[in-house]
């Protein structure tokens, strides 16, 4: 007994020793970040009543009152809600994965304007009833009419293929073919509604606009064929038994992968975040976080040349201790410095503690992370083309999307594979 005792207590010292060490530390505050965020997405399924489809909120916090955030509440993000269902796989809870994929299979069968299976860029948030899920919008009082959000009822490319990783996600922790064959459904609504092969070939953003009047959206994005190329990549995996089908999927990818490549700068190491307006002409003069450490995610194995934009990312990104959307950014963008986490540990870097104590800093009182530190940042984007100016930003807001991205850096899962974080050899 007296031995044992020892021994215990020798145990413990030793923890105790190795937690205080700087490495240790880290690994310890990554996985209470890991616990806290996980925790959070797990009480916001758990506050959507029953174990029906659903959407989450994706700014829990806003009040559907007069302020200036009221097109924001109650609004489920169809990319947030992607996001949030692959971190619950991640934290251990696919069933409630499973409530968000269902959700979007009944968006897509029974949209209230078109009958080709698109997803739109956000829903009505909450449990659902019978099999409709409503579009977002709110009762204008100062002319009496509905107001409805044109980005909202329209449909980005980035984020159906997100949907679609969504349910690659569900598919495989059920092997029910229903999720796969949804998955191949928004890839296959994307090569109908999305390809454009004049130079440089790849897929356009998208639709923006009210069911009257949509536009299409000609820019290329560098993040959007990234997330073609991985969902795509992952679905022809999976549809080996169809020859066709996965031909088809295999273009697909290899198309939306060449355009990533290309956007490759060798002379900066960094990517250009796409085309502008024109489908044509490279955007040199912006970048954007995500454009950056997602190929490091989403193509296994990348060119050993990729590992050079790190040296861009902290030049031009940082901020602080974390790292903000745009170039020179105005703050600190709290779901982009989670993607960075996940890019650094995916190129064998080491995370800094640092970065790890400045997610965890972001909770909210509801568990939730918020979307940024400051009041507001900026990102040097439109929302769509009927804007005058660079209007779309992230707010002081407990964010879904954020919350999301921290538990899958924290859990080191890869969203764009369906699989634990492989870590490269390290690199400088």
């Not at 030793?14 to 965020?37: C, I």
């Not at 809600?81 to 069968?109: H, S, V, Y």
Request: charged share 15%.
């Amino acid at each position: 007994m007296f031995a044992r005792t020892h021994f215990a207590a020798g145990v413990a010292l030793f923890s105790t020793m190795l937690a205080t060490t700087p490495g240790h530390a880290a690994d310890s505050r990554q996985q209470q970040l890991a616990n806290s965020s996980c925790q959070a997405l797990h009480t916001a399924a758990a506050a959507v009543p029953g174990d029906g489809p659903m959407l989450l909120p994706s700014y829990p916090a806003v009040a559907q009152d007069g302020g200036t955030s009221r097109a924001l509440a109650g609004v489920a993000f169809v990319y947030d809600n992607a996001l949030a269902g692959i971190a619950l796989t991640a934290c251990g809870e696919p069933g409630q994965a499973r409530r968000i994929a269902d959700a979007l299979l009944l968006a897509a069968a029974h949209d209230p304007g078109f009958k080709d299976g698109r997803l739109r860029n956000a829903y009505r948030s909450g449990a659902v009833q019978g099999d409709r899920i409503e579009l977002p919008g709110y009762w204008q009082s100062q002319g009496d009419y509905w107001s409805q959000d044109p980005y909202q009822v329209g449909t980005a490319t980035g984020n159906v293929a997100w949907a679609a990783l969504l349910l690659l996600t569900v598919h495989d922790s059920t092997h029910d073919r229903r999720y796969l064959d949804a998955a191949v459904a928004q890839l296959h609504w994307i090569q109908a509604h999305a390809r454009n092969d004049s130079a440089p070939p790849a897929y356009e953003g998208g639709l923006f606009g009210y069911d009257n009047a949509q536009q299409a959206q000609h820019w290329k994005a560098t993040e959007h064929n990234i997330d073609i190329h991985a969902a795509a990549t992952w679905a022809a995996r999976e549809s080996g038994g169809n020859a066709q089908i996965q031909s088809t999927l295999t273009q697909q990818a290899r198309l939306a992968a060449g355009f990533v490549d290309a956007m490759w700068d060798d002379t900066q190491h960094r990517f250009l975040v796409g085309t502008l307006g024109d489908g044509r002409t490279l955007s040199r003069d912006k970048s954007g976080l995500d454009a950056q450490v997602w190929p490091l995610l989403a193509f296994q194995p990348h060119p050993a040349a990729w590992n050079q934009v790190w040296h861009w990312v902290d030049a031009e990104h940082r901020s602080g201790d974390g790292y903000g959307y745009r170039r020179h950014p105005d703050g600190i963008w709290t779901e982009g410095t989670a993607q960075v986490a996940a890019a650094m540990q995916a190129s064998g870097r080491t995370v800094p503690d640092s970065l790890w104590q400045l997610l965890a800093a972001q909770r909210a009182d509801d568990g939730m992370l918020y979307a940024t530190p400051q009041a507001r940042i900026g990102t040097d984007f439109a929302i769509g083309p009927n804007s005058t100016h660079a209007d779309f930003f992230y707010y002081h807001l407990p964010h879904l999307g954020a919350t999301a991205w921290t538990a899958l850096a924290a859990k080191a899962w890869n969203p764009f594979t369906g699989r634990p974080i492989a870590r490269a050899e390290n690199t400088p």
